[in-house]
Structures are given as structure tokens and as C-alpha cells.
């Protein structure tokens, strides 16, 4: 069955730096388009970045240049690099994957919460 595993999360100052990972297991992974989603208190999940399978990427605009996600297709592993973290980003973090080549699924991690303090 499809598992995603976060890892990563914690708390930070503004203006530092976290990695998170999610460990893929139960399809194949180098034909995944994956992708981060954050959930703030009080508001709904919202994208915050999707890779293709043929590592195409797409950012929301409020984390364009400051976070990186990326594919090891060697590890099964999803990365997220968040350099320049605000206040505004925390949230818990959600790993997810939608297609395998062009067909569509759906499946969630459970999250790791991400801190960021002032």
C-alpha cells in the first residue's frame, strides 16, 4: 500500500533554514508527480510546491526562491529545502502524491509541523 513518512520539521528562527523529507514507498516512485502542501491554523491547505516526474517544478509565489523540492528517485525520497524561513511559513507540512505518469491518484502524508519563530 502507499505510504508517505515526513520528516524534517521543527522550529526555527526567522531567517533559517529546514530540509524536509518523505519517504515513498508502495508505487513507483520515479514516475511520481509529487508535491508539498502546508496547512496554517485557521486556514485551508495550500500548495506549496509540485515536481513532475520529469522534474518539471512549480512554487507557490509566496516561497518562489527561498524553497527547492527535488526527487531522489535512487532513495524514494521527496525533499523540500526552505531557506529564508518568515513567521507566515509555519504550518504542518503535507507530502502528496497525485499521478503516476499521466494517471491520477492521491494519497497524503501525515504531516510535520514546521515552526518559525520571530
Known amino acids: 500500500q502507499v505510504q508517505l513518512v515526513e520528516s524534517g520539521g521543527g522550529l526555527v528562527q526567522a531567517g533559517g533554514s529546514l530540509r524536509l523529507s518523505c519517504a515513498a514507498s508502495?508505487?513507483?516512485?520515479?514516475?511520481?508527480?509529487m508535491g508539498w502542501y502546508r496547512q496554517a491554523p485557521g486556514k485551508q491547505r495550500e500548495l506549496v510546491a509540485t515536481?513532475?516526474?520529469?522534474?518539471?517544478?512549480n512554487y507557490a509565489d509566496s516561497v518562489k526562491g527561498r524553497f527547492t523540492i527535488s526527487k531522489d528517485n535512487a532513495k524514494n525520497l521527496l525533499n523540500l529545502q526552505m531557506n529564508s524561513l518568515k513567521p507566515e511559513d509555519t504550518a504542518v507540512y503535507y507530502c502528496?502524491?497525485?499521478?503516476?505518469?499521466?494517471?491520477?491518484?492521491?494519497?497524503w502524508g501525515e504531516g510535520t509541523q514546521v515552526t518559525v519563530s520571530s
Open positions: 508502495g508505487f513507483i516512485f520515479s514516475i511520481a508527480t
Open positions: 502528496n502524491v497525485q499521478r503516476l505518469l499521466g494517471a491520477r491518484i492521491d494519497y
Open positions: 515536481i513532475t516526474y520529469e522534474n518539471r517544478t
